[in-house]
């Protein structure tokens, strides 16, 4: 579970509404009035108000658009109650409720009516920086009904089974055995075993190029020459051409046209990731391809976008949800996405301007209502490693911080100054919350967790000015997180399997060459180049013998490199720049 402390940091209110409750408790107490579960409820529907309806600790967030999800799909059941996921704070409060006051059918109304009437206010008072929501009343809904069920299925069966001393003896008892053999497993509970060795296969080869003489597959063939090749002319050249040629393939469409680009060519990488994409949509803007970039930008803004937790974690090629292992919302979609935004341009169509400017607004709003208008970081969720957790991640944080200050950006040279200042604090104080939470050591879960390849998304290009501490431990990770193929897990506490994770890779090596780090960034290519699969794409993963694994190409990977070597060539040309202006 998320610490306390950042739990009471986001809401403030939530304390001292407790603080109230257990005064009024302790007065009951004094005056020896009984308890029943009637204030356990109470605890629970104010706890769920004061969350819901209490503005920010900055305060209101002004200029956020008033918003309505009333799509019932993906809802959260029961199933996936333990998995992590932000309404299942909700959901928690409600089942106590349910359980609570079972028996007191005025109580169970009243408690279904909080829900309903906390959207409505949410909808018409935009600036609590919450968004009306059916996803979010159904699981509410549904964990009460189940709770008051189970409240009247106990305390039947309560009143059966403790009718006498012996009965209750052997209750206690049963609950006893339970606890402690709960605990003993627990206690005992041991690690999967990892192979130091695992081999993946590696898929792809159909892939690469469909024949020469297919429509497809030529047009990849030519289609860097329209644009540009960075690393022409360097021992990358052909790397990078492979690269291009692969993210020409990777963005047609399931019509032959213009589409999202999925991951890779494997079944369980078919789909469409935002975080991925963004990286794309910059690649192909920086070679020459603003069309395309804008275009895809352009589609990605047709998906669907949850307003309070940001795009899922993965989409359908024809942008429909994924139902299927269908992963909850990652709040770092949105961050990556503006900051695609930002680096594309505006060199856009007048159609596809008004699409991704519309995207822009959509992706603002979602973030400030996620960080409270900045006063407090999103809350926990998954980061790039598609793990369950309940903290919060340094991978989900920082491209939230990066996003709102590009996207400050992009409102001040449209204008919108109002707007730019509003978004530019936001951007000041998640990042003030990054520094405050993760540093100086920028852990991945800020007290544990090791550090991993989010410390590249504090550094230059995603941050120019790096937090105290942020180089340190981007350089630890590279250190820590080394694999004997050579390359990087995606951080140091990862399983001790020995692969390698060419993203990661090709992660550092960006922001190195956005650096100044030339030495770190050749290292790194030299390495991305040297474990290319046999037909020349990136894979995914390496091994431990050095042996390529997984979908070959990996969009990510590809347009990471590009990339890279874009980024080395602006800073040749700067220093080409500052020789010429010596005397």
Known sequence: MPS??????????????????????????????????????????????????????????????????????????????????????????????????????????????????????????????????????????????????????????????????????????????????????????????????????????????????????????????????PGEGTPYEDMSRTALRDLRLLTAGVDGGPGLPYAGPSNNWDYFWPRDGAFVAVALARTGQAEQAAELLALAGDLYLDPMYGFDARYLRDGDRVSHDPRRAQVDGCGWVLWAVHETGRSRAADVAARVDDLRDRCTDQLLRATGGGSHLPAPGQDYWEQTT?????GASAPVAAGLRLAAADYRSLGQHVRAEQVAAAAAGVRAEVDRVFGPGFLRAGTHGGVDAATAMLMPPFDPDPLPGVRAAWLDYQVSALRPGGGLAPGSAWKQDGISWTPEVALVAYTAAASGETQIAHRWLRWLDEHRAPWGSLPEKVDSQGRPGGPAPLGWTSALVVLTLEALEDDDARTDEDRKAEP
Do not use: K
């Open 390 to 394: 309940f903290d919060h991640l340094l």
């Open 4 to 229: 306390l402390s950042l739990l009471l940091h986001a809401h403030p209110a939530l304390g001292f509404w407790t603080a109230l409750w257990a005064a009024g408790l302790l007065l009951l107490l004094v005056a020896r009035r009984p308890l029943d579960g009637r204030a356990v409820a109470l605890w629970a529907l104010g706890a769920l108000s004061v969350v819901s309806l209490v503005p920010p600790r900055g305060g209101p967030v002004p200029g956020l658009a008033r918003t309505c999800d009333l799509r019932p799909d993906h809802l959260l059941w029961p199933t996936e109650w333990v998995r992590q996921d932000p309404r299942a704070g909700a959901v928690a409060l409600l089942l106590l409720v349910g359980v609570a006051v079972a028996a007191r059918a005025r109580w169970v109304a009243v408690a279904a009516a909080v829900p309903v009437l906390v959207e409505v206010v949410q909808y018409a008072v935009p600036s609590l920086a919450r968004a009306c929501s059916v996803p979010d009343v159904v699981p509410a809904l549904t964990a009460l009904a189940i709770g008051a069920a189970v409240g009247i299925c106990v305390r039947a069966a309560g009143r059966r089974l403790l009718r006498g001393r012996g009965a209750r003896r052997a209750a206690a008892l049963a609950v006893g055995a339970v606890v402690v053999t709960t605990l003993g497993a627990w206690t005992l509970r041991t690690d999967p075993v990892v192979d130091p060795h695992a081999r993946v296969a590696l898929e792809g080869e159909a892939f690469h190029v469909p024949g020469r003489d297919a429509p497809a597959g030529a047009d990849a063939l030519a289609w860097p020459e329209s644009g540009g090749v």
